[in-house]
């Protein structure tokens, strides 16, 4: 069982969300899409914590974090790493902004802050990542935070990885 996940960054705050958080996830869970109702947003966070407390050293199922950004304490967005999928052998990097913090590098800090906290704290062998094809703003975050790129996936997406051993602290 893992304790609740705070990482703090030069500009964000990455942390566990609680119940407490029921009206910001409700408010936020899609984003700029707009609002989803409160009751889905209390199973959402039900959902995230019970995936939290399956994580291990070495195992993670799911770690979604809430991106706080510092100075205005508002929340921005999602990061984390996705591994429900346990036939894949790495867990999946994640991340999504509200589309007005998109272009100021907060995707790339919160991307960077997560694979440290894998490989440090964590202690995971690999990560991967994946983007859309016409996503080339998330296929330079992987490139920018040392992911290799291993070409087109099975859905025409572009696919990086990342090992411990190769990544620089």
């Known amino acids: 069982m ?13 942390r566990t969300v ?12 899609k984003l700029d899409e707009g609002p989803i109702p409160l009751q889905e947003a209390k199973k959402k ?8 407390e399956q994580n291990v050293s070495g195992r993670l199922v799911h770690l ?3 991106i706080i950004h510092k ?12 591994h429900l999928d346990q036939r894949k052998v790495n867990p999946v990097l994640f991340y999504l902004i509200k589309m007005r913090y998109w272009g ?19 202690d995971l062998a690999g990560i991967d990542g994946a983007a859309s094809y016409e996503n080339i703003a998330s296929k330079r975050v ?6 290799r790129y291993q070409g087109l996936d099975d859905e025409g997406g572009h696919f990086f990885t990342l090992n411990k051993d190769e990544y620089d602290f």
């Open 142 to 147: 992987m490139e920018k935070i040392g992911m």
């Open 104 to 122: 100021k590098g907060l995707a790339t800090e919160a991307a960077k802050a997560v694979v440290d906290y894998a490989f440090n704290k964590l």
């Open 71 to 82: 100075h205005t304490r508002e929340f921005i967005g999602w990061c984390g790493l996705d």
């Open 45 to 52: 966070i039900t959902w995230m914590l019970a995936n939290h």
């Open 18 to 29: 609680t119940m407490e958080d029921t009206d910001t996830v409700a408010s936020s869970w």
């Open 64 to 66: 979604c974090l809430a």
């Open 2 to 14: 893992m304790k609740p996940v705070l990482i703090v960054t030069k500009r964000l705050i990455l």
